[in-house]
């Protein structure tokens, strides 16, 4: 369980940071096939698929609450270093991945899904630096109405290898409002702050509602495309793999580059492909 529960944080991390997938991470960590199972067979085998998500979930929470107020900084003071952090972690799973397609031998059609996926992620990442117009987050029916779709958006986003769902959200306007209502949202819990709690709940619920409708929807979609493609699906996720520390360096800062840093920039690829090779285990 405890392995779990760390996996949804690198999970819920990786959520947080536009270029950065979630559902990558999780092929990165051995758990992708395993996770589409557990939502897609959620009324079917229920115990044994809540005894795999709570666990992720409640990393993913964790994540999310708690390192919301850590990455900023830490992108802030030392860009180079966490980006190569979370490079190294979604590079360590591409040993895993591969493996599902050694000796199937190169097609034109296993060829072509890597080129489209890979273009599609490093042509997000280009554009990505251009945010969308100001998010609504008036508590009005339209309102609830676009943060329930922005959670379907998100979270659709978020499962599939290689697509950032946080991207996503700073494509279409979302992405700084959400972070600044998980803070506030936070913040007013512990201050029990009932006027500002009933405001986060006005912008997080519907938008959460929103995420666990996309979830379901989307991992169906996946299950599906694995069971009648699956060397295509795989080739795919390597395209986004491998298109995923492109999309990183487009949409993210280095700072100053000194020697120091291209050192400990090192250093931090290397932890960070470690552990997405411990925990694929």
Known sequence: ??????????????????????????????????????????????????????????????????????????????????????????????????????????????????????????????????????????????????????????????????VSGSMMLLLIGYYNPIVASIKNFVTALVSLDMARIMQGCGVLVPMGIGIVVGVFAIAKLIEIIFEKFPIQAYWAIIGLIVASPFAIFLLGEVGTVTALSIVVSVLTFGIGFLIAMKLGE
């Open 1 to 162: 369980m405890i392995k779990n529960i760390l996996k949804g944080i690198v999970m819920g991390t990786a959520n947080i940071i536009p270029g950065v997938s979630g559902g990558t991470m999780a092929v990165s960590m051995g758990i992708y096939d395993k996770l589409i199972h557990s939502v897609t067979h959620l009324l079917k085998d229920f115990k044994e698929s809540l005894k795999f998500l709570i666990p992720i979930a409640v990393g993913m929470g964790i994540a999310l609450v708690g390192l919301s107020f850590i990455i900023e900084p830490a992108f802030e003071h030392f860009p180079l270093q966490t980006n190569c952090l979370f490079i190294g972690l979604i590079v360590g799973g591409l040993p895993a991945v591969c493996k599902k397609v050694k000796g199937k031998g190169i097609k034109v059609s296993y060829v072509l899904p890597f080129l489209i996926f890979f273009a599609i992620v490093v042509g997000m990442a280009a554009i990505g630096e251009k945010e969308g117009a100001a998010a609504d987050l008036s508590f009005s029916l339209w309102s609830v109405i676009k943060l329930f779709v922005v959670g379907v958006i998100a979270s659709a986003t978020m499962v599939i290898p290689g």
